[in-house]
């Protein structure tokens, strides 16, 4: 299995600021045909997991700018440019190179 | 209106057998892989399976071998998930997912089904 290992745990932030959570995989997540297999989901507290970036760095359909994401092989980082109160909740990333697996989750709070 | 909407909460007593619906609309049902993830009470998502309504074939993770069995009605546009043997460590909210081959990511999720593992 490919283990992906997020950090931090927790992360406190300040509405306007910048924040960013580190996803580090145990192998490459580079498949043959050049696309990266990493996503990033927020599940906000009593909601379902929504995804926010495919393909490593493609934002989905409807998801603000200030997101954005970053990283090639085995190191992945979610960056958001300044967060607002609606940015809470916990953070995953899952790779699909391989049987799917997810990231522990990063909580975000103000 | 694309959507997947699952069956209600369950309590049940460990050792039983829970079987959880979740329905496709608006989309077509036989051409997205639908997967099941679980997140238990402080922890994360957890992969569970998932099957292609398509051709019913089935893959699940090898956790849960012997005690997850997913199916599909595709006159009712449903999958299922059951989960046997229940232990008090299955409690969590079962989620169903619908799988975006083009971005390799879930792309639409449904509500969630609290399960609930109490003697």
């Known amino acids: 299995d490919i283990f992906l290992t997020q950090s931090p745990l927790s992360l406190p932030v300040t509405p306007g600021a910048p924040a960013s959570i580190s996803c580090k995989s145990s192998q490459s997540l580079l498949h043959t045909n050049g696309f990266t297999y990493l996503s990033w989901y927020l599940q906000r507290p009593g909601k379902s997991p929504q995804l926010l970036i495919y393909l490593g760095s493609r934002r989905a359909s409807g998801v603000p700018d200030r997101f954005s994401a970053s990283g090639t092989g085995t190191d992945f980082t979610l960056r958001i440019s300044r967060v607002e109160a609606e940015d809470v909740g916990v953070y995953y990333c899952m790779q699909a190179l391989q049987t799917l697996t997810f990231g522990g989750g990063t909580k975000v709070e103000i | ?119």
């Open chain 2, 1 to 119: 209106q694309v959507q997947l909407v699952q069956s209600g909460a369950e309590v049940q007593r460990p050792g039983a057998s829970v079987k959880i619906s979740c329905k496709a609309s608006g989309f077509s049902f036989t051409s997205h892989p639908i997967h099941w993830v679980r997140r238990a009470p402080g922890q994360g998502l957890e992969w569970m399976g998932w099957i292609n309504p398509g051709n019913g074939n089935t893959k699940s993770s090898p956790k849960f071998q012997g005690r997850l069995t997913i199916s599909k009605d595709t006159s009712a546009n449903t999958v299922y998930m059951a989960l046997s043997g229940l232990r008090s460590d299955d409690t969590a909210i079962y989620y169903c997912a619908r799988f975006w081959a083009a971005g390799e990511a879930f792309d639409l999720w449904g509500q969630g089904s609290q399960v609930t593992v109490s003697a």
